[in-house]
C-alpha cells in the first residue's frame, strides 16, 4: 500500500505540472460545458424569426388577422417582422430580399380575406354541429311525437340543413414558407399549428376534453443542463481513462520509466493501482469543477452524494483498466493515442452522454447498449439529478463487472518483465 | 579471495531463431569494476537484465548474491540488494530531481537520505530542477542517483555514457570512480573502450552473445594487445628503409612516419641506440598497445561512436 500511495503522488503531480494534461483533463471539458450550457442548456428562451405578410387588410389589418399575430407573439417564440403586402411572389423575395440578411428563412402569409373565411367557416362549421345534433335529437325522440310534431321538426331541421348548404365552404388559409436544412423547422410548424388549432377551437366554442397537466420527474426543477452536466462529466472521465491512460503509460514504457520501476520490488498491481487512484482523484476534481462551474454558470441543479463519488472510483477503474489493456496492448505512443482517441470519440458520441439514447436510430441504439459509458453515465445521472436508485444499483452493477474484466485483462497485459 | 557477487554459468538466451546470448559464464567478486565491451547486439544489456531480473532466462544459470534469478522469491531479494541504472535512462519529466530519487527510493524498505545521495553525485544545486530540464549528463547522474538510492551492494551500470558528449561522459567517468571508492561492486556495460579500460578493475570482451576473452585490461593487452610500436615522426623513406633492415616490421605511412614493431624492452633500446648512431633530430613517441587493438585482435573489428561493429 505504502508504494502504492507513492506512485499514486507522483504520477499525480507529474500530471498536476503538465499543461497539456491539464487543459484535456480540466479545461476543456469546462469549456464543453459551458458550450453546451449556452447553446442547449442556458435557461434563456429560443426565438426565432418569422417574416410575416398579412394579406387581410382593410385599410387596417382586420381584427382576426392581426389577433392571430398576437397570438403568435404572445408565444414569445418569435421574433416577428413584417414582409410588405405588395410582394406577390414570396418565394423570391425570400432567397431574393431576406436570403441576403443571413439566418434561416421562415415566412408565414395570411391570405386575402382570412377574417371572413375565418368567420363563415365559423359559422358553417356551428350551424352543421347544430343540424346534425338537431336530426341525432329528432332520430331520438321521433317514436314519442305525434304527426305535427313530426313534421314542424322536420320542416325546421331541412330549414337548417338549406341555410347550411347556403354557406360558402371557405376555410381561412395561411401559408408557411420553410427552408428544409432548418433544423428547427419542425418547431416553428409545431407552434403555428398550434396557435391555428387554438383559433379553431375558441372560434367554434370547444371546450377541452381531455385535461393535460405536466409534472416534473424530481422535485427539483431540472433543466436541460442538468442532463448534460452529468453526461459531461461521465464522458471526460471515460477519455481520461482510454486516452489519458493509454498515452501515459504508452508514454512511460518507451521511455523506460516502467522497466526502471520493475527493477525495484514494486508490483505490477501496486502499479496499476497507484494510477487507477490517480485517475479516481483527477476525476474527483473533474466533476468538483464542472460542478461548480454549472452551479455559477448555470444555476445547475447537480448534487453530488456518496453514490456518485462511488460511482466515479468504479468509473475511473474502469476506464483506467480499458486505458492499461491499450497500453499493454500497443508499443507505439501515437498509434496508442491514436486508437484510444478511435474508440472515446465515437463512445463519447454514441452512448447517451450527450444526448438520450432514444433520440438515435434503433441500430446506434443497439450499438449504445454495448458501450460502458452508457451505462456509466446513465447510472451518474440516476445518482446525481434524478435520485433514482433502481438506476444507481442496475448501472452501478454493470459498471462493476466490467470494471472488474478490464483492471483483470489490464494487469494481465501490462508487462512487467522483458520477452 | 574476494565475495562472489555475481555467478554466470553457460547462460542462453534465445529468441526465436537468434542466440542473442551464447553460452556464457563468468562471475563479479565483491569491489571490483566489471566491465562488459562489446558492439550493439553483443548481448550485454540481455545479460544484465536476466541478472536484474527483468528478463528470463532459457538455459544455464544465474546467481546474484547466491539468489537465483529464475526464482519468484529469490528475485525480490536481489530487487532489494542491486541498484541500476538503465540503458537510456529516463524519469517522470515534470518531477524534480529529488521527487524523483525519491520515488525511486520510496519503493524500498531501507533507503538512504535523498539529499545525501543527490550531495554524493554533486548535483544538489540541481535538487529541485526538474527533470525535464536537465543536460544529458546531469541526468545520467540523477540516473545514478537513483541508483544508489536504497544503498546497493552491486551496481549495474547499462551503457551509462551512451549518446553523452566528452565533458559529460568525463563527468559520469568521475562518478563510477566514486563508486568504486565507496566500495560498490559496479558490473558495467559499454561499446566505449576507453571507457571500460580506465574504470574497469576486469573486461570482458563479447560479441555475438558469447564472450571473446575476460580478464584485466593489462593481462588482455599483455595477452592480445601486440607489439610496443616506436614512431619516428617524419622519419623519411630512408629511415625506414635502414630499420626494416636491421629489425624488420618496419612500416611508413603517407606522411613519412615510421612505425617500428619491438618485440620487448630489449629490442626497444636497440632500436633507440640505432637511431642515437643515426643522430636523430626527429620527434619519437612509444605507442603502447590498448584494449582496441585487443578487441581488433579477437573480434577482428573495431566499434564505432555509436556501437556498430565494423
Given at each position: ?66 389577433g ?53 367557416g ?83 366554442g ?24 452529468p ?9 481520461n ?12 514504457k ?13 508490483g ?19 466533476t468538483?469543477i ?8 448555470f ?48 463512445m ?72 | 579471495?574476494?565475495k ?28 571490483e ?18 541478472l ?7 538455459s544455464g ?27 537510456d ?24 537520505d ?43 551500470l ?89 629489425f624488420?616490421g ?61
Amino acid at each position: 500500500m505504502r508504494r502504492t500511495l507513492i506512485i499514486f503522488k507522483a504520477v499525480t503531480k507529474n500530471w498536476l505540472r503538465s499543461r497539456s494534461g491539464l487543459f484535456f483533463s480540466i479545461m476543456f471539458p469546462v469549456l464543453l460545458l459551458l458550450v453546451f450550457g449556452a447553446v442547449f442548456g442556458g435557461g434563456g428562451t429560443s426565438t426565432y424569426s418569422l417574416f410575416i405578410q398579412n394579406l387581410d387588410v382593410d385599410g387596417t389589418p382586420t381584427p382576426l388577422s392581426e389577433g392571430f399575430i398576437e397570438a403568435l407573439n404572445s408565444t414569445e417564440t418569435f421574433a416577428i417582422r413584417t414582409i410588405p403586402g405588395d410582394v406577390t411572389d414570396l418565394r423570391s423575395y425570400a432567397r431574393d430580399v431576406l436570403g441576403p440578411l443571413g439566418g434561416n428563412i421562415r415566412v408565414l402569409a395570411i391570405s386575402e380575406g382570412f377574417q371572413n373565411d375565418m368567420l363563415n367557416g365559423t359559422l358553417k362549421v356551428r350551424v352543421g354541429i347544430s343540424y346534425s345534433t338537431l336530426q341525432t335529437v329528432y332520430e331520438y325522440f321521433e317514436p314519442f311525437l305525434n304527426e305535427t310534431e313530426r313534421m314542424a321538426m322536420q320542416q325546421g331541421i331541412d330549414q337548417m340543413g338549406q341555410y347550411n348548404a347556403s354557406l360558402p365552404d371557405r376555410k381561412a388559409s395561411l401559408t408557411l414558407i420553410l427552408d428544409a436544412s432548418d433544423q428547427s423547422s419542425g418547431i416553428v410548424r409545431s407552434i403555428v399549428m398550434s396557435v391555428a388549432n387554438a383559433f379553431n377551437y375558441e372560434l367554434m366554442g370547444a371546450r377541452n376534453i381531455v385535461n393535460f397537466e405536466e409534472e416534473p420527474f424530481t422535485e427539483r426543477q431540472l433543466r436541460t443542463i442538468d442532463f448534460y452536466l452529468p453526461g459531461v462529466i461521465s464522458a471526460f472521465i471515460m477519455t481520461n481513462g482510454i486516452i489519458g491512460v493509454t498515452t501515459n503509460t504508452t508514454e512511460f514504457k518507451r521511455r523506460g520509466i516502467i522497466k526502471r520501476l520493475s527493477i525495484t520490488p514494486l508490483g505490477k498491481l501496486e502499479w496499476i493501482l497507484g494510477n487507477v487512484l490517480s485517475q479516481t482523484l483527477l476525476n474527483l476534481m473533474l466533476t468538483a469543477i464542472i460542478i461548480v462551474v454549472g452551479w455559477l454558470a448555470f444555476n445547475a441543479q447537480a448534487i453530488p452524494d456518496i453514490f456518485s463519488i462511488v460511482f466515479i472510483f468504479i468509473g475511473s477503474v474502469l476506464f483506467s483498466g480499458i486505458g492499461m489493456v491499450l497500453s499493454g496492448l500497443i508499443k507505439d505512443v501515437e498509434a496508442a493515442s491514436a486508437i484510444g482517441n478511435a474508440i472515446a470519440f465515437p463512445m463519447m458520441f454514441l452512448s447517451g452522454a450527450y444526448w438520450p439514447v432514444e433520440f438515435m436510430p434503433d441500430y446506434m441504439q443497439t450499438i449504445a447498449k454495448a458501450l460502458p459509458l452508457t451505462y456509466f453515465s446513465e447510472g451518474l445521472r440516476s445518482a446525481m439529478i434524478y435520485k433514482y436508485t433502481e438506476g444507481i444499483i442496475i448501472n452501478m452493477a454493470i459498471v462493476s463487472v466490467l470494471a472488474a474484466v478490464f483492471i483483470i485483462i489490464g494487469s494481465l497485459v501490462t508487462r512487467w518483465k522483458e520477452k | 579471495m574476494a565475495k562472489k557477487v555475481v555467478e554466470v554459468s553457460s547462460l542462453v538466451k534465445q529468441y526465436g531463431d537468434l542466440r542473442a546470448v551464447d553460452g556464457i559464464s563468468f562471475e563479479l567478486y565483491e569491489g571490483e569494476v566489471f566491465a562488459f565491451l562489446g558492439p550493439n547486439g553483443a548481448g550485454k544489456t540481455t545479460t544484465v537484465e536476466i541478472l536484474e531480473c527483468i528478463r528470463p532466462l532459457t538455459s544455464g544459470s544465474a546467481k546474484v548474491f547466491g539468489y537465483d534469478v529464475t526464482k519468484r522469491e529469490d528475485a525480490k531479494e536481489i530487487k532489494k540488494r542491486i541498484g541500476v541504472l538503465p540503458q537510456d535512462f529516463s524519469a517522470l519529466d515534470k518531477l524534480s530531481v529529488k521527487e524523483n530519487i525519491d520515488l525511486i527510493g520510496g519503493m524500498y524498505e531501507k533507503k538512504l537520505d535523498t539529499m545525501e545521495v543527490i550531495k554524493l553525485l554533486d548535483v544538489e544545486d540541481k535538487a529541485n530542477e526538474r527533470f525535464e530540464n536537465l543536460s544529458g549528463g546531469l541526468k545520467q547522474r540523477v540516473g545514478v542517483a537513483a541508483a544508489l538510492v536504497n544503498d546497493p551492494q552491486l551496481v549495474f551500470l547499462d551503457e551509462p555514457t551512451t549518446g553523452l558528449d566528452p565533458k559529460a561522459r568525463r563527468e559520469v567517468w568521475s562518478v563510477m570512480e566514486n563508486l568504486k571508492k565507496l566500495g560498490k561492486t559496479v558490473f558495467l556495460t559499454s561499446h566505449y573502450m576507453e571507457e571500460a579500460q580506465v574504470l574497469a578493475d576486469r573486461i570482458a570482451i563479447i560479441n555475438k552473445g558469447k564472450i571473446a576473452v575476460i580478464g584485466s585490461s593489462q593481462d588482455l593487452i599483455s595477452e592480445y594487445g601486440g607489439l610496443k610500436v616506436l614512431v619516428v615522426r617524419k622519419g623519411g623513406k630512408e629511415m625506414a628503409k635502414t630499420l626494416q633492415d636491421r629489425f624488420g616490421g618496419t612500416t611508413l605511412n603517407h606522411n613519412g612516419d615510421v612505425f617500428v614493431k619491438a618485440d620487448d624492452v630489449n629490442e626497444m633500446w636497440r632500436v633507440l641506440s640505432t637511431l642515437t648512431e643515426m643522430n636523430l633530430t626527429k620527434e619519437i613517441e612509444i605507442q603502447t598497445p590498448t584494449i582496441e587493438d585487443v578487441f581488433l585482435k579477437v573480434v577482428g573489428g573495431r566499434i564505432t561512436e555509436e556501437g556498430e561493429l565494423t
